[in-house]
């Protein structure tokens, strides 16, 4: 399916380094709906248990979950999106907050990539999982960037555009070579012939 799937969660946004365009699709999670309305964004599904928010939203498209269930609302909703066949995922307001949620919401990258997708979960440290593809991250970007491997080793590993470069490298998952890497004013290239990498910016959403 082209076009991409925006997913907003509960926690505020105040910056949006990629905003909605036609065609794309809009899930709310949970209060993540009026994380949504509060940006101009009208969405066309809204999913949750709704225990952060105290009540439904009065809205047509509504998915509602049982309080108690063994996966987050955020990951309802990708999977949710993935099964209507959307691959591409841009995710607000579900990074940073309780450590537990952010490292899950890092799982649910994995899980997506492995599956032939790719999540973006901004916040005020953005990330993505590549796996055996690149990632470009453009010039205006500054900071730090860090990547690690996600699995045992990650080959074939590529850094350039950035202050410490690789070409061909290995990561591994039990070594954190990768941790603060720096822009430099340039279009940063991060790509992975065989593993999976966790990609970490400052993007100050």
């Known amino acids: 399916m082209s076009g991409r799937c925006f997913l907003f969660g509960a926690l505020p946004v105040t910056r949006m380094p990629d905003a909605p365009d036609r065609g794309d699709y809009i899930i709310a999670a949970d209060r993540g709906y009026d994380v949504a309305v509060s940006l101009g964004i009208t969405p066309d599904l ?54 537990d949620h952010t490292f899950a919401n890092i799982q649910l990258a994995c899980d997506i990539a492995r599956r032939g997708g790719r999540a973006i979960f901004y916040g005020e440290t953005s990330f993505t999982v590549i796996r055996n593809a690149s990632l470009t991250l453009p010039e205006s970007s500054s900071g730090r960037v860090s990547v690690f491997s996600m699995t045992e080793c990650s080959r074939g590993v590529v850094l350039r555009g950035l ?36 990609v970490m910016w400052q993007t100050g959403a």
């Open 163 to 198: 202050s410490y470069t690789m070409d061909g490298g290995t990561l591994s998952r039990y070594t954190p070579t990768g941790v603060s890497n720096a822009f430099i004013g340039k279009q940063a290239e991060i790509s992975v012939r065989d593993g999976e990498l966790l």
């Open 46 to 99: 809204v999913v949750g248990d709704f225990d952060s928010r105290g009540s439904a939203p009065k809205v047509e498209n509504l998915v509602r979950l049982p309080v108690r269930k063994d996966e987050t609302d955020i990951a309802h909703a990708l999977a949710l999106a993935f099964d209507r066949g959307w691959r591409s995922f841009i995710v607000y307001g579900a990074s940073g907050g309780k450590a």
